[in-house]
């Protein structure tokens, strides 16, 4: 591989336990990189009401299930699994001849792992994206019965338009979202040095608490994000944003990252 970021400084904002792919991928590209999550991922604390939730599931109450991340494919099937006993989980929802939407690549893969193969996936990895597929899998929308899995916060496009166009839409929270609040101080030397060439951010949800966690230092590199939405979110506060990945990929992130410093 062309190692295009020779001497360049790279900081991932993804949260511990998912930087280290996206970390070795710039590394490979002969880059260092340094790691500070903007959010911690964990599990919800509505764990009644996911578990009702599933309940209903295993009980065949849907014939669609939603995936917006890998985070919920993580946090929802592993709680099934401890429910039903930890039985096959791909086995078990095959049984209940359900179609499964994946938002992306990433969240197929997750779902790979519980033996898995999502029936719908976007060409465009968003809300919006996953929206349009849906319609055109769908033709009567009114026949849709979903549960879809999700974070603590976060948009509501999915649910607002799909409940529009007739389908009997749920929602359950599978895991939380939770700001870090204070960075580690050798980032904030790095970033106010000027050392580091640019910065990466991966959601619109870690947005506010990285420029409530970095302050000013937000402002002294150039970042780069994983989609227009992304982009957004940072803008509005003030932090402008130099580039952003054509396709919402951690592969297309780091080639945004290559094309501008290059």
């Known amino acids: 591989m062309e190692r295009s970021l020779n001497n360049k400084l790279i900081l991932v904002t993804r949260p511990r336990g998912q930087a280290q792919d996206l970390c070795d991928a710039f590394n490979a590209r002969g880059a260092e990189t340094i790691c500070q999550p903007a959010i911690e991922i964990r599990a919800t604390d509505r764990t009644a009401q996911l578990d009702e939730a599933l309940e209903q599931l295993r009980g065949g109450a849907f014939n669609l299930i939603v995936f917006a991340s890998a985070n919920g494919v993580k946090f929802a ?51 919006e994206g996953l929206l349009e597929a849906l319609r055109g899998f769908y033709r009567a929308p009114d026949g849709i019965t979903a549960l879809a899995f999700r974070a603590n916060r976060g948009r509501d496009t999915l649910a607002r338009e799909m409940r529009a166009a007739g389908a009997n839409y749920s929602e359950v929270e599978a895991y939380q979202n939770v700001d870090v609040a204070v960075a580690d101080p050798a980032t904030l030397r790095a970033l106010e040095s000027g050392r580091v060439d640019a910065a990466v951010a ?47 990929t951690m592969p297309s992130l780091v080639d945004a990252v290559v094309e501008l410093l290059s």
């Open 77 to 127: 099937l592993e709680r099934f699994a401890k429910l039903n006993g930890r039985r096959d989980v791909g086995e078990t929802l095959a049984r209940l001849n359900l179609n499964v939407a994946a938002i992306g690549p990433g969240t197929a893969r997750a779902l790979k792992e519980f033996h898995i193969a999502p029936t719908i996936m976007p060409a465009r990895y968003d809300a």
């Open 202 to 248: 991966t959601s619109s949800a870690s947005a506010n608490a990285l420029v409530n966690m970095l302050a000013d230092a937000a402002r002294q590199t150039r970042w780069v994000a994983l989609s227009a939405l992304t982009a957004s979110a940072l803008e509005a506060r003030g932090v402008r944003v130099a580039a952003i990945a054509r396709e919402a």
